[in-house]
């Protein structure tokens, strides 16, 4: 379990079902994938693709997403939902108090 009642998404079939809801926002540094979910839980998972970079920027591109969820979500995110947080190419290099501010927005 994540810090402040935030559960992970761990499998395929959940990321999948996140991205087939089509509720996202696109903002400059993330992408936020929103679906209904387990009643009374909040869950969130973390996925950069190739066009982050390489493993080394995909990596600090979700530790960056990782640590914002962790400060964020419990506060902002609704009771039973699932959210996946999507890095863009600018996400390793994006200031983290705009992906703060990008985050809060979503």
Same mark, same amino acid.
């Given at each position: 379990m994540?810090?402040g009642?935030? &559960?992970r998404l761990r499998?395929?079939?959940d990321?999948l079902?996140?991205?087939a809801? &089509? *509720?996202?926002?696109? =903002?400059p540094?993330?992408? =936020?994938q929103a679906?209904?979910?387990?009643?009374?839980?909040?869950?969130v998972?973390?996925?950069?693709?190739r066009k982050?970079?390489?493993a080394?920027a995909r990596n *600090?591109?979700? *530790?960056r997403?990782? /640590? =914002?969820a962790?400060e964020?979500?419990?506060?902002?995110?609704a009771?039973?939902?699932d959210?996946v947080?999507? /890095?863009?190419?600018?996400?390793?290099a994006?200031e983290?108090?705009? =992906?703060?501010r990008d985050l &809060?927005s979503a």
């Amino acid at each position: 379990m994540a810090s402040g009642g935030v &559960e992970r998404l761990r499998r395929r079939a959940d990321y999948l079902r996140v991205q087939a809801a &089509e *509720r996202r926002v696109a =903002l400059p540094g993330l992408l =936020l994938q929103a679906a209904p979910g387990e009643a009374g839980c909040r869950r969130v998972g973390f996925t950069a693709s190739r066009k982050v970079g390489n493993a080394v920027a995909r990596n *600090r591109a979700k *530790r960056r997403l990782k /640590a =914002l969820a962790g400060e964020i979500l419990p506060l902002h995110a609704a009771s039973g939902h699932d959210y996946v947080l999507v /890095a863009r190419q600018a996400t390793p290099a994006r200031e983290f108090q705009a =992906l703060r501010r990008d985050l &809060e927005s979503a």
